[in-house]
């Protein structure tokens, strides 16, 4: 969708937004204008003419301004959509963007209609369409609750998915600054399952033991895609005492579960959380990641300041 509302932004400032025609002296006199320029044809003759007087000539700049940056902010959402991104903050200034668009362009095409006795063309319908389409998808990402709601789908192993606390134990304080991921706290070093949990060492050496009956939540996520992170995922099995953070580094002994080692860290992330939710089954499970629990792959932060924030609620 922001791809294809960024095309018709983009083609409502290349074609006409109305037109105006008469017959002088037997011969169709015909003026088109679009956001950048005035034609005048008389049969088959055309020529640039001066930008109409009054308040076209600064609607027109205001409209070709708005529609031009509703191109690139739904451009870019789609961008980020198509590398593998979070394009949704993006999206959510698109309902600002479409918003302003709309206006401009109801102002601009009215003034054509009743100033020059214009009507409207393929610009002002592209245009409309475009902020439209584009108010109404960004208004529904925007009001979206991005760790609220439960999935409607069941992932494999896991009865029911409920949505996580919005107020979690704290830990320390996240990091001011996280530049490495020797800056991520909570991170398991290695660990094994024992009979009812999971006990690990720390990178910060600390050593932890937790029996199922104290995960309260499981998340999955991706880092973002800038070095050095690289998209790398991790698994936060939340307790009261905060969160055991599992990455892929993480050296876990998955020998103890019901299936045994998976070969790839999904899947045996995938099983070890399905063991956890059988043993306990009031573990809770954030509607983004619910998806992953199905085969598909985890929700990614695309920036690390936004990573920070869901951080600091540990």
């Known amino acids: 969708m922001p791809a294809a509302v960024a095309a018709l932004f983009a083609l409502s400032a290349y074609f006409d937004w109305w037109s105006a025609s008469d017959e002088m002296l037997g011969t169709e006199v015909t003026i088109r204008a679009s956001l950048v320029s005035v034609q005048g044809c008389v049969g088959a003759h055309c020529e640039v003419l001066p930008a109409p007087s009054g308040a076209w000539a600064i609607l027109a700049i205001l409209t070709l301004i708005a529609v031009g940056a509703a191109?690139?902010?739904?451009?870019?959402?789609?961008?980020?959509?198509?590398?593998?991104?979070?394009?949704?903050?993006?999206?959510?200034?698109?309902?600002?963007?479409?918003?302003?668009?709309?206006?401009?362009?109801?102002?601009?095409?009215?003034?054509?209609?009743?100033?020059?006795?214009?009507?409207?063309?393929?610009?002002?319908?592209?245009?409309?369409?475009?902020?439209?389409?584009?108010?109404?998808?960004?208004?529904?990402?925007?009001?979206?609750?991005?760790?609220?709601a439960a999935a409607s789908s069941t992932p494999v192993k896991i009865d029911k998915i409920d949505p996580p606390a919005r107020a979690l134990p704290r830990a320390a304080p996240a990091p001011v600054s996280i530049k490495t991921l020797a800056d991520l706290r909570f991170v398991v070093k290695s660990g094994a399952l024992v009979d009812g949990g999971l006990t690990v060492e720390l990178t910060s050496g600390a050593h932890r033991t937790i029996v199922w009956a104290d995960v309260t939540h499981a998340i999955v996520r991706r880092l973002p895609p800038d070095p050095p992170f690289e998209k790398i995922a991790f698994l936060d099995l939340v307790t009261s005492a905060g969160p055991l953070r599992l990455l892929p580094t993480s050296l876990i002994d998955y020998t103890k579960l019901p299936e045994g080692t998976a070969p790839t860290t999904k899947e045996n992330w995938r099983r070890l959380v399905a063991l956890a939710h059988d043993a306990n089954p009031s573990l809770k499970i954030d509607r983004d990641s619910a998806p992953f629990f199905d085969g598909g792959d985890p929700p990614i932060f695309p920036a690390i300041k936004l990573f920070a924030e869901y951080d600091r609620r540990y």
């Open 71 to 148: 191109a690139l902010v739904f451009g870019a959402s789609a961008f980020y959509t198509a590398t593998d991104r979070d394009g949704a903050p993006i999206l959510r200034v698109g309902h600002r963007a479409s918003s302003i668009a709309l206006l401009l362009g109801v102002l601009t095409i009215a003034d054509g209609m009743f100033e020059h006795s214009g009507v409207p063309s393929l610009g002002a319908l592209f245009a409309g369409a475009a902020a439209v389409l584009g108010w109404f998808s960004s208004a529904v990402e925007k009001t979206a609750d991005p760790y609220g």
